[in-house]
């Protein structure tokens, strides 16, 4: 009697799936092949034959992968491989970059030049590949529906983040309102924020998210950060700056960082939150021809 | 017949078996498959290839359950069982089919042909 499990093993090397799962559904295939094997066995005249007629129950071995693998994600286009690694591999890039943001805003004298801004934020990158490589070796316990909306969320956060640094490294028009109170308006990131509000819905919508959570992902820097300004700033403002000024100075930085960032973000997505997600409905087209796809259910 | 509304009937079908039988008991893959082809003196069967995208798939979507534990030799196999999601799934979907069947019926004289 042949080693059902490593002939199973050997025949779905190429199924992608986390290696305990993987592990269990070789285990599985393995077992129902003896069980087969072992009944055909008491009709066949030889084990070889036996074998024969056992395998005979899968006629392709990698559409049989692809149909497991399928089964067990949560319709993805992309590889368990890619998934694992893109976005802990994104989050970190976000991490990375917010706090690149943070610390080189302190560093301006040490690098006037724009390039130069951005060489110590490149040389940071090896490091955040090498978390990223660490961070996929855990990224299973993450479902694969947080996994999908975090390329959303970092696509938000690093555009908007990202656009700011640059668009503060040059010169560019600005718009100054000096009633009811003053406030300058960085006009190109702003023209920016749109885009990136617009990228951020339509990814949430390709991830099947509802349409309160492509909202909250597409405006999700302005809200974060007037959350952070209420709770932090404010409080900080009141010590500094005393009553009425420290509203009035709150006002002027939540409309500049915050409410009008976020209505620029809110018009990008404004498109994206009109339609319904992308797989919302029972039978997906693509699911129902994936269907097809596979080896006929019943025969 | 398009390849859409054919795939439906397949993939229902399918399912509607697999609820069925594990609403009386719980199963392993190969009980799965050799129950439906002993029940339905093999005008339905399963093999391998079929049985498993089908069963994970359910399990993933919450209709079933598998498990782990010996079977009546002392081998270890993955018992599949209905969750109360499944379980709330199956009379519904047993009065589609009967509908769906009783439609065909009264257009095409299946059940008498």
């Known amino acids: 009697m042949p080693d059902w499990k490593k002939l199973v093993r050997e025949r779905l090397a190429m199924l992608n799936l986390p290696p305990s799962a993987k592990k269990e559904v070789i285990a599985e295939l393995a077992a129902h092949l003896e069980e087969i094997h072992e009944k055909v066995r008491q009709t066949c005249v030889t084990d070889a034959a036996a074998v024969e007629l056992t395998l005979q129950e899968i006629d392709n071995w990698s559409v049989l992968a692809r149909n497991i693998r399928r089964a067990k994600s949560e319709g993805e286009s992309m590889n368990y491989r890619t998934k694992s690694l893109l976005w802990p591999l994104a989050a970190v890039t976000w991490l990375g970059a917010s706090l690149s943001v943070m610390v080189l805003q302190r560093t301006d004298r040490l690098y006037p030049n724009l390039i130069l801004f951005y060489l110590p934020w490149l040389a940071t990158l090896p490091l955040v590949c090498a978390a990223a490589a660490y961070l996929a070796q855990r990224a299973n316990p993450i479902n694969d529906r947080i996994k999908r909306l975090w390329l959303s969320v970092t696509v938000t956060w690093l555009g908007a983040s990202l656009s700011l640094m640059v668009m503060d490294r040059i010169d560019h028009p600005n718009l100054t309102l000096r009633r009811p109170i003053p406030v300058t308006f960085n006009l190109p990131w702003l023209a920016m924020l749109i885009l990136v509000g617009a990228a951020g819905a339509y990814l949430a919508q390709r991830a099947d998210a509802p349409r309160k959570t492509r909202l909250v992902v597409a405006t999700s820097p302005a809200l974060l950060l007037g959350i952070v300004m209420l709770l932090l700033l404010l409080p900080w403002r009141f010590a500094v700056e005393g009553y009425p000024w420290a509203f009035t100075f709150f006002a002027i930085d939540a409309g500049n960082l915050a409410v009008v960032p976020g209505l620029a973000l809110l018009l990008g997505a404004l498109p994206f939150l009109r339609q319904r997600s992308a797989n919302s409905s029972l039978l997906p087209e693509d699911d129902a021809n994936a269907s097809m796809g596979r080896t006929a259910l019943l025969e | ?113």
């Open chain 2, 1 to 113: 017949m398009t390849k859409r509304i054919r795939s439906q009937i397949t993939r229902g079908s399918a399912e509607l078996a697999i609820l069925a039988l594990l609403a009386d008991q719980s199963l392993y893959g190969f009980e799965i498959a050799r129950q439906i082809g002993e029940r339905t003196n093999g005008a339905l069967t399963f093999t391998l290839a079929s049985l498993y995208p089908l069963l994970y798939e359910m399990e993933k979507r919450g209709s079933v359950e598998g498990r782990w534990q010996p079977n009546h030799a002392g081998r270890d196999r993955r018992y599949y069982r209905l969750t109360p999601a499944g379980r709330k799934q199956l009379a519904p979907l047993r009065q589609e089919w009967r509908a769906f069947f009783n439609a065909l019926d009264a257009l095409a004289g299946v059940s008498h042909a």
